[in-house]
């Protein structure tokens, strides 16, 4: 650990800001390193060794009891857990870094299985060794960076949905590194007391990564996101399409083309007809249309051609993430980078909302009255905003989107370009638009678990503060009522950026005093007193007795 120490501080001047290390595994099993001058000999495993536990369970179908924490007291380890006497689930384990949960011994994980199972993937000798599953383990990050490359593909991609919520809780980290990078945090602690801390995971292409610097995790990833990412498109990752597993792994969307606007006939180059089946022929391809209207598409063979020679229909069935990018090509304009970004959000939400299930896939048409979708391959712009933002889908109150806002509750695409040229980040637009709504992976659970009775209380009390606050310097009145979050781990705080306040409970009054701790860094957001704790809670406890 201290050689790790030593190698980040290498690499920053004696003033300079700290410089994190960052390293990926390429396809061809060359180690590849951004940022930092030179990686450290050997690093602590720290968090990451769940990752491995988790994996193996996941590939074995193991169906390990969940955990279950004390109720007379927390044990050691269980803040990241749960509270007294609730219990946690595998995924849930992974996402808060319940090491408890991935204890061997409580699983009951034979040695010899553990090391046929890694041995079997040609898997370092380190992680063939259950001992060696330990946070003060100190490994190459080459080695550290195989080990995650000879994950299952299966295992991965569970984990990947998991860990999705790592980078929905941290304010700022979606704008900045999108909905592909899935990390799991770790945090250690050298010889001399320092923290030091980063990330490891995969990227949308299964491509292993490893980040390092001093703080913890959260600490480093928060900070050093920007140059991350810079370090990813410096290696040309920036713009990774998923590899073949995680394609097989999107759900599947049958689209019916031009439902409003029946075909009359769909000509081939020649003018002759185009038989039924995939438009897979030397193209163009003329469509006509009953209304007399005429479009040239390209051969494509996932579209294909069904009905009759007087009534034919066109229909494909793509994935998921191609869908979207159609959609945003479609819908708005994606160039327009992050209000595109913002749109595939909220086609996908829709489309989750809305379409109905059939074999297998899920039913849409092209349709105004529902969402609009290109015959046309979708442009390298449009495919970016789906893969910055796969997964990703609104969940707690209906998404709509038009051209003009003329409603509330509704994405507007001209506002959300205005504002994104004016500088506001995707997230900023979506909770302007849905204020009531939380991201949340396709198949996952949001990133906020609302306490909706805790903001009730929380909005009916105010009118009862306002003539208070209003004599107070630095004083702001919200737009909206915050959402009130439930906090599984760590200490209670607000998200200004997002208008949010976590806490764990609201019920007796400490726990309201705490709540209005939260919602004051709120109203004082813009002025120094917002940062001044005890002001803030000398106001909270005034308040809390009003």
């Not at 009891?65 to 007379?72: K, Q």
């Not at 007087?310 to 793509?318: E, G, I, S, V």
């Not at 994405?411 to 302007?432: I, K, P, T």
């Not at 109203?523 to 809670?537: K, L, M, S």
Request: net charge positive.
């Amino acid at each position: 650990m201290v050689a790790f120490a030593a190698a980040v501080l290498a690499t920053a001047g004696a003033t300079a800001a700290p410089i994190p290390q960052l390293a990926w595994r390429a396809p061809n099993g060359v180690l590849m390193t951004s940022i930092g001058a030179k990686l450290p000999a050997q690093v602590p495993l720290g968090s990451t060794w769940k990752l491995f536990v988790y994996g193996y369970l996941t590939a074995t179908g193991a169906r390990e009891p969940v955990y279950r924490c004390g109720v007379a007291k927390r044990e050691p380890g269980e803040e990241y857990c749960c509270d007294p006497g609730e219990s946690i689930g595998r995924d849930a384990a992974l996402q808060r870094s319940c090491g408890a949960y991935f204890e061997p011994r409580r699983l009951a994980i034979n040695a010899a299985a553990w090391q046929r199972f890694w041995v079997d993937r040609q898997a370092p000798a380190w992680l063939q060794s259950l001992p060696a599953l330990q946070p003060a383990t100190t490994v190459p990050v080459p080695a550290l960076l195989e080990a995650l490359q000879r994950m299952p593909d299966a295992a991965r991609l569970a984990a990947r949905d998991a860990l999705l919520p790592n980078t929905l809780r941290e304010p700022g980290l979606l704008d900045t590194l999108g909905s592909g990078p899935r990390f799991k945090t770790w945090s250690w602690t050298d010889a001399g007391g320092e923290r030091w801390g980063g990330s490891a995971g995969w990227l949308a292409d299964g491509t292993p990564f490893w980040i390092g610097g001093p703080g913890t995790g959260q600490q480093v990833m928060r900070r050093d996101a920007v140059r991350v990412v810079q370090g990813w498109r410096d290696g040309g990752l920036l713009s990774v399409e998923p590899d073949a597993a995680a394609l097989q792994a999107q759900p599947c969307v049958d689209v019916r083309f031009f439902a409003r606007y029946p075909l009359a006939r769909v000509l081939r180059r020649n003018d002759q007809p185009a038989a039924r089946g995939p438009l897979t022929e030397a193209g163009p391809y003329t469509l006509q249309f009953a209304n007399g209207q005429s479009l040239m598409i390209p051969s494509q063979p996932g579209l294909l051609l069904t009905g009759s020679p007087t009534a034919p229909r066109l229909q494909a069935r793509m994935t998921l993430e191609a869908y979207v990018a159609r959609v945003v090509d479609r819908e708005g304009v994606a160039t327009e980078t992050t209000a595109a970004q913002a749109l595939a959000i909220a086609a996908r939400s829709w489309l989750q909302q809305n379409a109905a299930p059939s074999q297998g896939c899920l039913a849409v048409d092209d349709d105004s009255r529902a969402q609009r979708v290109s015959p046309l391959p979708p442009s390298p712009a449009a495919r970016a905003a789906a893969a910055f933002t796969a997964g990703l889908v609104l969940r707690g109150m209906p998404v709509r989107y038009a051209l003009e806002r003329d409603e509330a509750h509704l994405l507007g695409w001209r506002e959300a370009v205005a504002a994104s040229r004016a500088g506001q980040g995707m997230e900023a637009l979506l909770r302007q638009a849905f204020p009531s709504a939380t991201l949340a992976g396709w198949q996952g659970e949001g990133d906020c678990e609302l306490l909706p009775l805790a903001a009730q209380w929380l909005t009916e009390r105010q009118p009862r503060w306002e003539r208070r606050l209003r004599r107070e310097v630095g004083y702001e009145p919200l737009d909206a009522p915050p959402q009130v979050c439930l906090l599984q781990a760590g200490t209670p705080h607000a998200d200004v950026r997002r208008s949010r306040v976590w806490l764990r409970e609201w019920q007796t009054r400490d726990g309201r005093v705490t709540l209005i701790h939260e919602y004051l860094h709120l109203a004082f957001r813009r002025h120094p007193r917002g940062q001044d704790e005890n002001d803030i809670e000398r106001l909270a406890q005034q308040l809390a007795d009003l």
